[in-house]
């Protein structure tokens, strides 16, 4: 599970429409684009669907093109080699600002990758630096969706191991490294994570 709590601030890239979901709840859907900056190569533009709970007079009246902040719960959906972005928004206000952005903060439950590095930067302050994934069942397989984990302020634990159960808060970043996306997180709370026994009857 990968939620993050997020303000987007981007452009109007499709209008929007007014639809009904599968429980006949009526929401404001449109999409939004954003250009996610590039470390490595060049910047890449994302397309993140919004939807909102409701019928939203005031969003009708937005046009394509038109600069917007949308808050709310950003989750993600991995196809093969394509990562789709789905927000839940809460409020959308208009933007005078020209400069794209995702911000926020990121929940993760999932596992530790195969090594957990212990590093010191340039100024001799020593930091974790590890991955780890979130999967989901589709079909007969499943798909994984990896995050980079840098800690600033955290000494390794003992329970800290390869291949292990993790729950993590802190701040994410998005972005571009050879024109792959690339999810990383700030450590600001982490813990082990057990996963509740399967339960049928939920």
Sequence with gaps: MIKCNVTVCGTISRVTTVRTNSDNKVFTAFAVNCVVPAKSGINKTVEISVAKDGEDNELKNCALGQRVNVSGTLTFK????????????????????????????????????????EKTDKKGKDFLQFSGFSAEKVNDGFEYLWVRFFGFDCKREEWLQ?????????????????????????????SVYVKPPYNPNN
């Design 78 to 117: 991995k196809r093969g080699d394509n990562l789709y972005f789905n927000l839940s928004a809460s409020e959308v206000t208009l933007s005078a600002s020209n400069e794209d952005s995702i911000k926020g903060e990121m929940h993760f439950r999932g596992k530790t990758g195969k090594n957990i590095e």
């Design 162 to 190: 390869p291949q292990t159960g993790i729950e993590v808060k802190g701040d994410m970043e998005l972005s571009v490294y050879n024109d792959k996306l690339n999810l990383s997180c700030k450590i600001a709370e982490m």
